[in-house]
T-cell receptor, first 112, second 117 residues
Framework: ELKVEQNPLFLSMQEGKNYTIYCNYS?????LYWYRQDPGKSLESLFV?????AVKQEGRLMASLDTKARLSTLHITAAVHDLSATYFC????????????FGKGTLLTVNP | DSGVTQTPKHLITATGQRVTLRCSPR?????VYWYQQSLDQGLQFLIQ???????AKGNILERFSAQQFPDLHSELNLSSLELGDSALYFC????????????????FGPGTRLTVT
């Protein structure tokens, strides 16, 4: 059974600081997804990482994938309050019957 | 706005009752997924349909069932409801069901918040 572990689960940051969220998964997968969820809202797709060494950046967020280590990271640079949300990583599996297995999420709070 | 619609937004019902949640996928998407989000279980995959056929099952209880209709909308039926079924239920859609090539990104609807009292 595929397991996806995120850490930390809770992250309180000061504005302007940098930090990294880690996502480990237990079996081979070639697609890794990052989503953002604001309280009571839906999931917004941030990044899709398709291959080993893939790196994608959008604004203050950068995601990377190491398939050999089964590890993805979401790096936050110079955090701002607007980044406060819950961030989920999800691993795709199932071949032709595709599904996503989600981590528990990281609740990020950026304090002024 | 992802283009996926779900109704109703909120639903409050009593234990033992039955409810139906509805989802319309993005235009052109053939695959629909249902997920349950609760505080204790997190986000869990329930079931997937592709072009009217069930393709994959996750942690879906026997009291729950789903179907996808010819117009591609989907319904999730929850029966004999228990307090523990209170959760946010998301529908997601994607163009295809899966395969060796492709992104297979899933687009999530706004969710239906179910409260069982």
């Amino acid at each position: 059974e595929l397991k996806v572990e995120q850490n930390p689960l809770f992250l309180s940051m000061q504005e302007g600081k940098n930090y990294t969220i880690y996502c480990n998964y237990s079996t081979t997968s070639d697609r890794l997804y990052w989503y953002r969820q604001d309280p009571g809202k839906s999931l917004e797709s941030l990044f899709v990482l398709l291959s080993n060494g893939a790196v994608k950046q959008e604004g203050r967020l950068m995601a990377s994938l190491d398939t050999k280590a089964r590890l993805s990271t979401l790096h936050i640079t110079a955090a701002v309050h607007d980044l406060s949300a819950t961030y989920f990583c999800a691993v795709g599996s199932g071949g032709s019957n595709y599904k996503l297995t989600f981590g528990k999420g990281t609740l990020l709070t950026v304090n002024p | 706005d992802s283009g996926v619609t779900q109704t109703p937004k909120h639903l409050i019902t009593a234990t033992g009752q039955r409810v139906t949640l509805r989802c319309s996928p993005r235009s052109g998407d053939l695959s629909v997924y249902w997920y349950q989000q609760s505080l204790d279980q997190g986000l869990q995959f329930l079931i997937q349909y592709y072009n009217g056929e069930e393709r994959a099952k996750g942690n879906i209880l026997e009291r729950f069932s789903a179907q996808q209709f010819p117009d591609l909308h989907s319904e999730l039926n929850l029966s004999s409801l228990e307090l523990g079924d209170s959760a946010l239920y998301f529908c997601a859609s994607s163009p295809l069901a899966g395969g060796p090539v492709g992104v297979y990104e899933q687009y999530f609807g706004p969710g239906t918040r179910l409260t069982v009292t």
